[in-house]
């Protein structure tokens, strides 16, 4: 497989989907642990969650800034499927990255009271972004 398939232009929204599928495991993780109260091992998979966000977030600044808009070329119940997953998925995805750094910060910073009240909006609002970002590439480039 040439290196251009992996790491090529043509790659990216693929890498988008990935980072995507890496956020949402990292965050079932997460929660898994903090549930059995192995705080080390939520600690690291919340952290690894935001890094592979953050990353999600370059490759996808960087796709749309070589590709430009993708529209979306399927009919009928598809396309109305794909507009209401696009529609919720677009601005939840814009506010992620706020309750995310807030989130980790009252962490980072002892402020567990804040945090579990913070973080009990933001995983599911992030899981959710996490698994419609996989679905709209899906939508996207699997007709």
């Known amino acids: 497989m040439p290196l251009n398939a992996v790491f090529g232009w043509d790659a990216l929204p693929a890498w988008i989907a990935i ?5 949402a495991v990292l965050l079932v993780g997460g ?11 939520h600690r690291r998979c919340m952290l690894s969650a ?3 966000s953050a990353l999600f977030l ?6 749309h800034w070589h590709a430009g808009i993708v529209y ?20 939840l995805a814009a506010i992620v990255p ?14 567990f ?17 996490s698994l419609s970002g996989i679905a709209v590439y899906w939508m996207l480039y699997h007709p």
């Open 19 to 23: 980072l995507n599928g890496i956020s």
């Open 58 to 63: 370059a490759v996808y600044v960087l796709h």
């Open 31 to 41: 929660l898994y642990f903090i549930r059995h109260r192995r705080i080390t091992a």
């Open 113 to 129: 009271s804040r945090h579990r009240r913070w973080a009990r909006w933001t995983w599911p609002i992030w899981m959710y972004v």
């Open 98 to 111: 706020v309750l995310a750094i807030v989130t980790l910060t009252l962490a980072l910073r002892g402020r």
């Open 72 to 91: 979306f070329s399927g009919q009928g119940w598809h396309r109305t499927l794909y507009f209401l997953v696009l529609g919720t998925h677009t601005p």
């Open 50 to 52: 935001f890094v592979a």
